[in-house]
């Protein structure tokens, strides 16, 4: 495995990239595309993949060893969110493994129990996918507000409401869930943080079709639920707390594959357009809005990698700006993108979901991304209020 070669980084760096340019063709996303690859077909694609980079060790590569991940080195990790981004594949915490990737392992960390550990984290090298309960129709950017509660009844809790805006709960076997256990405490006080059996009665999942045709976000209905007592992650009524170490790796961590390959595509697109003779190229204003955009980048790239360094105590007040940052790139981005293109940029084309390989679908896409974990909004509340001391 390629794994094995971990004590030597060239040797890994090497094995990796002569591996990805084997297991698979550099096409493959136009080729699922001109034939007509549904979301159904990318799904299965998407396991697939999981497979080749788990027969590789590749999976969890921050999780420390004794948890069953990888164990890697920051330095490798950055080795191979670089090469991956390089060769153009898909993504290891992304797509329907996104939280199974990102959220689980953080709140796992922060706040599970060791029972709960050895229960549920082997699941995620094994392909568990996992969905997110948080958002409700009335509680998004005001997440405090949720509504769904949760009545204990001796050793289960008996659940009821609604959730909004959860990525891949069609395919999701576990759900990291937010429920109220206390209507009468102050509303950051009276949540709790459980798991949920995506297949206990009283579940049902409903896909949500988008603008791009893609429909992987979808509403959970939820009636008369019941969720083992167990099953409760930190103390009951004390679930707001460890939310936030879920949305700090949601708002933070998971940017860092994301701008890595923001890079990448910002390499090939300048590459591209040179080779095409692009209009844009002869415009001066284009041309330093093009710049601009790199500079941008390359600033919030250092910013990732002070949170994942763990630089000083100004290191955990980045996920934040990292997140009110990096969705803003992606906005000024793809719609330079559509610009420049002209009338073409604007044809609505056949996409995979959440590939990056169609301009407009980006572009949908990018608003959708200043809202989820928290919205740009209430990222500059908390810049505000809670770094820079300025008044409620």
Known sequence: ????????????????????????????????????????????????????CRKQGLILPDLPAELGGAGLSLALQMMVVEEFARAGVPPLKGGMYTVAHTHVPATMLHAASEEQRAAYLPGLIEGDVWCQGFSEPGAGSDLAALRTRAVREGDHFVINGQKLWSSFAAQAKYCLLLARTDPDAPKHKGISYMIMDMASEGVEVRPIKQATGHYEFCELFLTDVRVPAANLIGAENAGWATAQATLAAERGVLAFE??????????????????????????????????????????????????LADEGEGASRLPAFIKLLSTQFGQVYSDFRIRVA??????????????????????????????????NEIMRNLIAERMLGLPR
Do not use: C
């Open 342 to 375: 002209g009338l073409s940029g604007q044809i609505d084309r056949p996409s995979l979901p959440l590939s990056g390989s169609e301009p407009l679908h980006d572009y949908l896409n990018s608003f959708g991304d200043t809202i989820s974990a928290g919205s």
């Open 258 to 307: 994301r701008v890595e390959r923001a890079r990448r595509e910002l390499e090939l697109y300048l590459a591209r357009a040179r080779e095409a003779g692009a209009p844009w190229l002869r415009r001066e204003a284009d041309r330093a809005e093009y710049a601009a955009l790199v500079a941008r980048l390359q600033a919030i790239r250092r910013m990732v990698r002070r949170l």
């Open 1 to 52: 495995m390629i794994i094995d070669l971990a004590h030597d980084p060239a040797a890994f760096r090497a094995a990796l990239r002569q591996w990805l340019g084997k297991v698979l063709a550099p096409g493959w996303r136009e080729d699922m595309e001109s034939k007509g690859g549904g979301e159904d077909d990318y799904i299965a694609f998407q396991r697939w993949w999981f497979g080749e």
